[in-house]
T-cell receptor, first 114, second 111 residues
Framework: GDSVTQMEGPVTLSEEAFLTINCTYTATGYPSLFWYVQYPGEGLQLLLKATKADDKGSNKGFEATYRKETTSFHLEKGSVQVSDSAVYFCALSDRPGGYQKVTFGTGTKLQVIP | NAGVTQTPKFQVLKTGQSMTLQCAQDMNHNSMYWYRQDPGMGLRLIYYSASEGTTDKGEVPNGYNVSRLNKREFSLRLESAAPSQTSVYFC??????????FGPGTRLTVL
């Protein structure tokens, strides 16, 4: 079945540091890939997505590129801020429409210190 | 738009008690989901409703029941709560694209 593996946290960085959170996946078809973010005490919200190979999703300074050859979708940001402290979930969906089964990774907690 | 709303935000139950978690969405989405979130385990799907009038089991359905009351509302019921059901519960919806929209969650403690 489908699965998502992401690096374990927590990840602690100083403000303005470079961020990478690794994510790899296993899927039988051509899934869509997502990064969701969960701020403390809140639900998950979509951060960015990519629907086909070599697509780059981007939002709020975060980027991730859909790499089919390495089955990866690593999240990057050039300069993190304290406000980026949150839990980040990598996810995939293998159905193009209708009911959308989404498989989530276990989440990576990011803490940014001033 | 309120998006996805959930009630209550917090709940404490004693073992054996029952309760219903409520969820509503105002985005005219066909599909709705219930997840639980536990430390180190990410989100696990409990039940989903692909469209109004249908419900199906997800990954961890035991001990739960659901009702898709109408297109907007999808409730989750615990008939006899157990300490293993202590968790944070999230409702989500989607409307024909892979993106899911989440509610703020219900933090449930079963003593």
């Amino acid at each position: 079945g489908d699965s998502v593996t992401q690096m374990e946290g927590p990840v602690t960085l100083s403000e303005e540091a470079f961020l990478t959170i690794n994510c790899t996946y296993t899927a039988t078809g051509y899934p869509s890939l997502f990064w969701y973010v969960q701020y403390p005490g809140e639900g998950l919200q979509l951060l960015l997505k990519a629907t086909k190979a070599d697509d780059k999703g981007s939002n709020k300074g975060f980027e991730a590129t859909y790499r089919k050859e390495t089955t990866s979708f690593h999240l990057e940001k050039g300069s993190v801020q304290v406000s980026d402290s949150a839990v980040y979930f990598c996810a995939l969906s293998d159905r193009p429409g209708g009911y959308q089964k989404v498989t989530f990774g276990t989440g990576t907690k990011l803490q940014v210190i001033p | 738009n309120a998006g996805v709303t959930q009630t209550p935000k917090f709940q404490v139950l004693k073992t054996g008690q029952s309760m219903t978690l409520q969820c509503a969405q105002d985005m005219n989405h066909n599909s709705m989901y219930w997840y639980r979130q536990d430390p180190g385990m990410g989100l696990r799907l409990i039940y989903y409703s692909a469209s109004e009038g249908t419900t199906d089991k997800g990954e961890v359905p035991n001990g739960y029941n659901v009702s898709r009351l109408n297109k907007r509302e999808f409730s989750l019921r615990l008939e006899s709560a157990a300490p293993s059901q202590t968790s944070v519960y999230f409702c989500a919806s989607s409307g024909g694209t892979p993106t899911q929209y989440f509610g703020p969650g219900t933090r449930l403690t079963v003593l």
